[in-house]
């Protein structure tokens, strides 16, 4: 499915993985190594309309035109620490990106996110920004992390996570129409406690055997 804001990537092998990184009896290195290779497929979609040229190569048979990216930049932006996960699949996929990451963290009685870290390439101005973090809930620390990416020049930005929440989309839409969420799956909604549900719990805990 896909709209001008939101494409939700229902490719048979992204829903069968993520469903066994849903399940509570998956354990941490077999959900590390499921968002890896999820990470990888999802990479696939939001890279779809990188620009092209072409190069003039000699194959064994003959010269010919052959396609190339463009070479326009790229950033790979990890929102802390979830978005790690994510980051390293997609970074296999485009080892030649630059990495920033931004550290938020959610207080857990407002929900609202605080800063912790800010670190990203140069010139993000002149590049295809691609925000990572696995779980789109409230929406709040997406929408902090994309006003901090934009007050660093960053002016053509996707955001790619695993799980989407219909309040973290619709805060997004409302705060930056302009960016294009690209997800696996739009779950039911947010419960009191602002986890995702039927979600996969606390990604970051998941993914690191914190809890
Ligand atoms: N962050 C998570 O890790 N999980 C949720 O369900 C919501 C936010």
């Known amino acids: 499915m896909s709209d001008h804001h939101?494409?939700?990537?229902?490719?048979?092998?992204?829903?069968?993985?993520?469903?066994?990184?849903r399940d509570k009896d998956t354990s941490t290195s077999q959900f590390r190594q499921l968002l890896r290779e999820i990470s990888q497929l999802l990479a696939y979609e939001v890279t779809r309309n990188l620009t092209?040229?072409?190069?003039?190569?000699?194959?064994?048979?003959q010269m010919m035109d052959a396609p190339t990216l463009d070479g326009k930049k790229?950033?790979?932006?990890?929102?802390?620490?979830?978005?790690?996960?994510l980051l390293d699949g997609v970074l296999e996929l485009i080892p030649s990106a630059r990495v920033g990451f931004v550290g938020l963290y959610r207080d857990e009685e407002t929900l609202k996110p605080v800063q912790y870290y800010f670190?990203?390439?140069e010139g993000l101005d002149d590049r295809l920004v691609i925000a990572v973090d696995p779980m789109l809930a409230t929406g709040n620390s997406s929408v902090a992390a994309i006003d901090l990416l934009k007050g660093a020049g960053a002016t053509n930005i996707i955001?790619?996570?695993?799980?989407?929440?219909?309040?973290?989309?619709?805060?997004?839409?409302?705060?930056?129409?302009?960016?294009?969420?690209?997800?696996?799956?739009?779950?039911?909604?947010?419960?009191?406690?602002?986890?995702?549900?039927?979600?996969l719990g606390d990604a970051g805990d998941r993914m690191f055997g914190t809890k």
């Open 6 to 21: 939101l494409t939700v990537v229902d490719h048979p092998l992204v829903q069968h993985k993520l469903s066994i990184m």
């Open 159 to 199: 955001f790619l996570c695993l799980l989407a929440a219909p309040e973290g989309i619709d805060r997004m839409k409302e705060a930056h129409p302009d960016v294009p969420i690209v997800t696996a799956s739009v779950d039911e909604k947010l419960n009191e406690m602002g986890y995702i549900v039927p979600g």
């Open 74 to 85: 790229l950033a790979l932006i990890s929102i802390l620490r979830a978005g790690n996960g």
């Open 52 to 61: 092209m040229t072409t190069k003039q190569i000699e194959t064994p048979m």
């Open 119 to 121: 670190k990203v390439p």
